[in-house]
């Protein structure tokens, strides 16, 4: 069986203390932990800092373009239904450009588990304004402060009919591999935001910060994950400032298994030559 | 006798037109003639004139042909739009129940107004006039209803017998009302014998069965007139061929869609037409630098943006070559017919793997939504191979990160591939210039080998015939054209030809890499050439001028009107070339 | 003496080197030195190698230069890296901080160890090694640290004037201690006397300074490297203007913005770099047919795909000329200097509105994120004029539905054009082919008349020069470049013409409408042509053989490595055509 | 004062019963109502049938691409705050190719009104499955039937921030026109989702199926419209079928009011050309 070690690729480059480490150790944990081989596993990643991912986990990778994250990995899980497929980036690559293929890929419950470092910022480019960015952020973009909403990505992500909707911090790597492994043990699209704090842009949304704000759902024994509605509440009352499995609904079959013309094999397997017999029942039709 | 049958059924969008082509021509191409066809739509879902026209001939063309022998007119606008293009002799059958309908004089055309709503309605139902038309013009071409029979049965034999039937009394009223009123005719030329493995087939279906016998088993696609059809082919046949389509949400997911698919070992495409094409530009840098094989095919209709999107076009050409920021190796197919489409397909499956970067298959509306006669397709031809991928036994022999997926040192630029589950054979495909294991880096040495190992691809490419020639060794004037064009080029050549001009016809069937040196011994050798192309600034004449040179002799038909050429006004013009050839020549 | 003075400062990111650059830059500009800059970087946020270079000149040099003669390094990978640059009698100043530096041998090379961490802290803060550093540099080229004060104030006062003097001070511990341990010196070639007009500016400066004297005042624009800046300007500078900047999701409703804007009739545009650039085509194409106008730049950087986000290239000529699918008209301009960036990106939008169409100007990252030296910039030539609008009093007299946008007669293509807010002008903005007056139509006529009404436009296209050209009348070797190269090549130029090459430099400031006219006579009159361009294709030099000809005659530089070109390499390849030339005669 | 009659253009060529009539209609009796001029207002619209509104409503317009009005919008009422904006499109272009604009907007709180013809299916090409499609719907592209989640743009809507959250429905003319009346007036972004059913292509959600099953929820005096959480379930409840306006919020101030960098006076009017001063100022920055 494979270890943490086989999950390890490329040192990564992140500035010293940015919380996309932790959840880089969490992914790499989650996967041990779970028992896969490194060969059974896809992480896909959009671009940003948190995009680079990828390349610093020890699976197969692809590192793909801004936002565009979700198709790749839908793409992957579909034609090879034995993977495991790990769509990761930021909170601009998948709540700002991205947001379109997020949702839909929500709606029509691909099997992936989508992870997001969300700092509340754009890293890479060097610190502007994101869609989650707090009203008031300022930046270059904004010297005078946000006056958007920010997404509300796990409100969102119940709406839209997401079975597991987890939100996370980089601060609690423990709380984070579990998550993570439930995430991926998940039959169907799974959400795990995470408050990776930023360290070089996002002075407000810090360790410091979250320390201070943070509710964890999953040591309150009195919290339903399987209500809706009791969700989405419980989400405004914390101000989003929660952490933990917040939804949670196995009612669902993923796409693969509730479209009855889906292969029952992987897509992969399919024989690229076809027999006499199948090539001549094939042109029948246009005879 | 007449050598080629032109027969056309207009009417309002909505009113069954399209079903009475259909059954028209798939009944004549039953009965062993060559048959092609040409919709005329428009961009609205009920009303609007349509119009479906067929050519019936004995030996196989890649034109719905310019002229029009018979007309079936349910309106008035029908009479209106085409009642011109009818030959002399030739027949307007129209409903008499169009209120007012005004016939054009025109003593050398058969007017034979039939009383079609009101047989329909003595049938059961008004939707029976198509039948009822049918049945008429059986009558003027020496058919009987019974030649139908196969279609009918075909089309309706699910619903019972009795609707067979029904349908077939219809046409016999029609034929029986034309027998009793009127007494001309045309005589179809003899029938060439039907071969079995002739196939009545537009250009989307011969995309998507041409994809199919290439492996392909994943479609990701978004709907797109005229390119729609590709994906309806795909839903009905993949489950049966442990295939999967997905509707994307927009033309960028499918595109991404179909690279993840083609990453993750499965022959992978999407289709679609100039706006989806547009859209899918940052996708295909992704590929190239990434070296995941990709095809595309852009069905392409009159632009720019949303433009007509029911018309044709061939202005996609610039943006297939050139679109996308950077540089990457790409190749780019026209197919000329519909043969070719099916065969190009296929294969562009077989050269994304083997050269790991996108293959963009060209056709286009007038190719793709109308349908043709492929005399015939070998099955034994269909093996596919699969390109360059790692044993599992060599990266079993390897420490593990040592695996270089973008290996620069490989001779012809392509390294070889693993995909996932493959043990040991871990990278990651990238958007980044990455080193050979796969890592993000930007160091100007490594960077150009890179760059270098991906250019090195598609030197020297020849799987893919470059461009056919017909004609005289050095004949003077050369028509040129590529994709769809080249079959009613063919029959100006010919037209050319008869009257004793010096005249050689090249017909380009890739445009990426550019076929240089199978075009340049004959744009050298001639003294004119007339590029001819369905679009307003002549891709293709820029691009032979820019490969090959010759600057001075160059003409252009160009058409981007919307409609398709046609054989007299191509011929018109080459003419006029050949004319003032040979007044240089007397100077 | 030296004639030119090539500094350089180089850490890891994230350690203050752009400050120090931009500190020792602005200072020997404000004595009256031309400056120009290049910064080098990497697509990480801390760590990995920066550098700044910076080149004082005496006259104005569109190029940071070949030669380094001071190499400040703050560690020992900048040693590794840049060493090898500095000239004979040149200078390396290290930071004895630096563990185990190793420095290689040459004894032509002055090694100058400075503790530059420790005099910092003695000053307060390691942050203040970039000040030390600086004095050192200040002894050696004979400054004082008070030749840097006016930019420490202006960067620095409104923290205090204690924190002014900290900085002097620390400055001044560096020169001495350079004074007091070593006595090697280069002497400045004499101060050229500061204008008052000067500016030293980047071309990203430039893009925004020159889009507001263009009256842009609607910005949309999506954060991407190397083009980002151009937003920050206006954020900056729009207030006061009553513009407004709109951080858009992506790209795609980056240019929908610009264009709505447009429509509206606020001159707008939107800024962006080559993968955005991409996600742009579809919207390229609508700002076309709806003939709205839209300014788009460009900073383009090396891809494919996502590519070096941070290293310069010159390979979306190809895109921006044929990008997208169908035909528009569009202008494709090519600064070639920081003044044309300012000049061109003004002019953009008065041709945007004269002529109904997309402007795309390309800039670069190497022009972009570099400082430079801008001559002057006359205010008197800034006045805007604003093409064809329709006069409220036109309107007044037209019946409802009457305004002709698109109107088909007009001689030159542009039409009567009106915005919302002007009475009884309506009309319908669209990405279909439509009628005079804007309603969706499919008809084959009218259709035509529409698209050569838009081809029109451009016909004889003159109002931005297309190509200058200095050298004989009759060159025989012809330098060709476009965009950002041309600085470099005027170097490569001037050392031909001293070597007694008869050499011409022809450099292309647009490529959409191809001037044509303008390189032709020289293109025709060469006996060899170099084209340098900085991608792996030539794209520049196909379109000269596409629109002139001359095939045999051209020879490449190419170069695709992300950084920027070096005077001795490309000299070294014109010296090869030339010697290649000579030989030719003499056979 | 400007008639409904100064509010046709062409004749509309949609298929006899589609539904979109009525909501061309509504629209063109609303901006008579509230008192607009023609030159007044723009109808941004995307590309479908619906999209063909823009050249219908007898205001400025724009017939932009497919998922893109939104956008367009956006510009042109931040180019020009003295207009009216709509933007219009079907559900297709809306909720699926379009949907990242539709939330971004929203987000922003752009003071437009959207109006979306919801007929559950790509009318304009002819019949394909659409994010609001029915589970279980047939098409030619999912003959088996689709099992996608339908998007849920009223809760989105609400989730997002959005303060003006209705749906119409085309068999209801007066009810429609007081709804994007009232979305007009509305300062902010306004969502108005309209049932309009396609004759053609949607055998399911129809006329009648629609008289069956829509509840008013203006006609019922117990609904609390400022409510949001109310909202949500209130519209889970009914499984969408209502009509009325669902939400309302005047709390946020729309884009242009609450950046305080914004523009006081419209950007149209701003000069294209700089005094010297301003100039000199400018540029000394670079010196
Ligand atoms: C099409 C395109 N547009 C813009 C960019 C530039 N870009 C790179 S990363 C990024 C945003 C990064 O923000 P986020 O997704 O939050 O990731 P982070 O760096 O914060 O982890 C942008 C705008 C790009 N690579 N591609
Ligand atoms: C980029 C792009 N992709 C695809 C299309 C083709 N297309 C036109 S309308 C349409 C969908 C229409 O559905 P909807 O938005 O629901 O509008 P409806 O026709 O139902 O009113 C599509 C896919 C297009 N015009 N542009
Ligand atoms: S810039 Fe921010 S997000 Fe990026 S690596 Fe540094 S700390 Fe992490
Ligand atoms: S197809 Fe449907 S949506 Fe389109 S016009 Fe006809 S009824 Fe309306
Ligand atoms: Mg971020
Ligand atoms: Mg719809």
Request: with cysteine.
């Amino acid at each position: 069986m494979a270890t943490l070690a086989d999950f390890r690729a490329e040192k990564p480059n992140w500035c010293p203390g940015c919380g996309d480490f932790t959840v880089l150790a969490a992914l790499q944990k989650a996967a041990a932990n779970i028992g896969l081989e490194p060969e059974q596993m896809v992480t896909v990643s959009g671009v940003g800092c948190s995009g680079k991912i990828s390349q610093y986990m020890g699976s197969y990778g692809f590192h793909s373009l801004h936002g565009r994250s979700i198709p790749v990995a839908t793409a992957v899980k579909l034609s090879n239904t034995d993977l495991t497929v790990v769509a990761a980036g930021g909170d601009g690559d998948g709540y700002g450009i991205g947001i379109g293929h997020f949702l839909h890929a929500l709606r029509r419950n691909i099997d992936i588990t989508y992870i997001v470092m969300d700092n509340h910022i754009y890293g890479l480019t060097t610190g502007q304004t994101s869609p989650t960015s707090d009203k008031g952020t300022k930046t270059k973009t904004n010297p005078d402060g946000s006056t958007d909403e920010p997404v509300h990505p796990l409100q969102m992500a119940i709406i839209a009919g997401c079975g597991y909707v987890a939100q996370g911090y980089s601060g609690n790597l423990k709380q984070l591999t579990e998550l993570i492994e439930g995430g991926m043990k998940h039959k169907g699209f799974s959400l795990i935001n995470i408050y990776s704090p930023c360290v070089t842009f996002n002075k407000v949304n810090t360790y410091d910060f979250y320390k201070q704000n943070l509710v964890n759902v999953d040591e309150d024994a009195s919290y339903d994950k399987t209500d809706r509605f009791a969700a989405i509440k419980k989400i405004e009352e914390c101000d989003e400032h929660l952490t933990g499995l917040i939804y949670h609904s196995t009612e669902k079959l993923p796409y693969h298994e509730a479209n009855s013309a889906f292969p029952t094999t992987p897509v992969v397997q399919a024989d690229v030559n076809l027999s006499q017999d199948t090539w001549t029942k094939l042109v029948s039709q246009f005879k | 006798m007449s050598k080629d049958l032109g027969w056309k059924v207009g009417g309002a969008q909505g009113e069954g037109i399209e079903s009475t082509g259909d059954i028209f021509a798939l009944s004549l191409f039953r009965l062993g003639y060559y048959v092609s066809t040409y919709r005329h739509f428009m961009s609205l879902i009920k009303g609007g004139h349509t119009n479906g026209k067929v050519r019936v001939t004995t030996e196989n063309k890649g034109h719905h042909g310019d002229d029009l022998h018979i007309l079936l007119a349910f309106d008035q606008e029908t009479i209106n739009f085409n009642f011109h293009e009818l030959v002399d002799g030739g027949f307007l059958i129209y409903d008499t129940s169009i209120k007012d309908a005004t016939v054009p004089a025109n003593d050398k055309v058969n007017i034979v107004p039939v009383p079609l709503t009101d047989i329909a309605k003595e049938c059961g139902s008004t939707i029976m006039k198509n039948m009822v038309s049918i049945g008429a013009t059986a009558a003027i071409i020496g058919l009987t209803p019974d030649d139908f029979r196969s279609v009918l049965t075909d089309r309706f034999g699910s619903k019972g017998d009795e609707v067979v039937e029904k349908n077939i009394e219809a046409m016999q009223k029609g034929f029986d009302f034309y027998k009793a009123n009127f007494n001309n005719y045309i005589e179809l030329p003899a029938r060439p014998v039907l071969k079995p493995d002739r196939l009545f087939i537009s250009g989307n279906e011969a995309t998507s069965i041409g994809a199919i016998a290439g492996g392909a088993r994943f479609l990701s696609q978004y709907p797109i007139t005229p390119a729609t059809e590709v994906m309806y082919q795909m839903v009905k046949n993949f489950p049966k061929l442990g295939g999967a389509v997905v509707q994307a949400e927009d033309e960028i997911a499918a595109v991404m869609m179909a690279i993840g698919a083609n990453y993750t070992g499965a022959r992978a495409l999407t289709a679609t037409s100039g706006p989806g094409f547009s859209l899918m530009m940052e996708a295909l840098g992704l590929a190239g630098i990434s070296e995941t094989p990709l095809v595309i095919v852009d069905v392409m209709r009159a632009g720019p943006s949303t433009g007509l999107p029911t018309k044709t076009e061939q202005s996609d050409l610039f943006t297939m070559m050139y679109g996308s920021h950077g540089e990457i190796p790409r190749i780019v197919l026209t197919p000329r017919n519909v043969e070719e489409v099916f065969y190009m397909t296929k294969e562009a499956f077989n050269l994304a793997e083997k050269y790991q970067c996108p293959v963009i298959v060209a056709t286009d509306l007038f190719m793709g939504m109308n349908k043709w006669t492929v005399e015939s397709i070998d099955f034994d031809k269909l093996q596919n191979t699969r390109g360059n991928f790692a044993s599992q036994e060599y990266l079993d022999s390897l420490e593990k990160g040592e695996f270089k997926r973008f290996d620069v040192s490989v001779e012809n630029g392509v390294s070889l591939r693993t995909i996932p589950g493959m043990k040991n054979g871990r990278f990651v495909a990238m958007g980044n210039e990455s080193d050979e294991v796969g890592v993000e880096m930007e160091e100007a040495e490594l960077r150009v080998k890179q760059m270098d190992k991906r250019a090195k691809k598609l030197v020297g490419f020849d799987d893919i015939v470059g461009a056919s020639y017909v004609g005289a060794e050095n004949a003077e004037l050369l028509l040129v054209d590529f994709g769809s064009t080249s079959g009613i080029q063919r029959e100006v050549y010919d037209a050319l030809v008869a009257e004793g001009v010096s005249v050689g016809h090249l017909s380009l069937a890739r445009v990426l890499p550019f076929p240089t040196v199978d075009v340049a011994p004959y744009i050298n050798a001639a003294k004119k050439i007339l590029v001819t192309e369905l679009n307003s600034t002549g891709q293709l004449a820029s691009q032979l001028k820019q490969y090959v040179g010759g600057h001075e002799k160059y003409e252009s038909f160009l058409k981007y009107s919307g409609d398709p050429l046609l054989v007299r006004e191509v011929l018109a013009k080459a003419k006029d070339v050949a004319a003032s050839l040979k007044k240089e020549v007397t100077l």
